[in-house]
Nanobody
Framework: QVQLVESGGGLVQAGGSLRLSCAASGRTSSTNIMGWFRQAPGKEREFVACINFSGRNTYYAASVKGRFTISRNNAENTVYLQMNSLKPEDTAVYYC??????????????WGQGTQVTVSS
């Protein structure tokens, strides 16, 4: 069983930046693809970004491409999400997870508690 602990969220003004962290422990997934997802109030959880084990391949949702950067530190089993030029529509609870497959971006079913990001206009 893998445990995921997200941190780094907070309240920020539009145009500001935040850096999220996610520490994974326990039995990590066989794919070792890690990603970030978010869920805004009243909406379904959506994919944000993912990164492969080596860190050489990344993929972003169109809504965040050019503003967010995903990275990872395998020695510490940690994945990061640097979020710049934040917009009010980025307000959501952000979650990290392992992905079962790169092409479908499907997450494993177990989630952490998430970290709240609120962007004021």
């Amino acid at each position: 069983q893998v445990q995921l602990v997200e941190s780094g969220g907070g309240l920020v003004q539009a145009g500001g930046s935040l850096r999220l962290s996610c520490a994974a422990s326990g039995r990590t997934s066989s794919t070792n693809i890690m990603g970030w997802f978010r869920q805004a109030p009243g909406k379904e959880r959506e994919f944000v970004a993912c990164i492969n084990f080596s860190g050489r391949n990344t993929y972003y949702a169109a809504s965040v491409k050019g503003r967010f950067t995903i990275s990872r530190n395998n020695a510490e089993n940690t994945v990061y999400l640097q979020m710049n030029s934040l917009k009010p529509e980025d307000t959501a609870v952000y979650y990290c997870n392992f992905l079962t497959d790169w092409s479908t971006k499907t997450p494993f079913p177990s989630w952490g508690q998430g970290t709240q990001v609120t962007v004021s206009s």
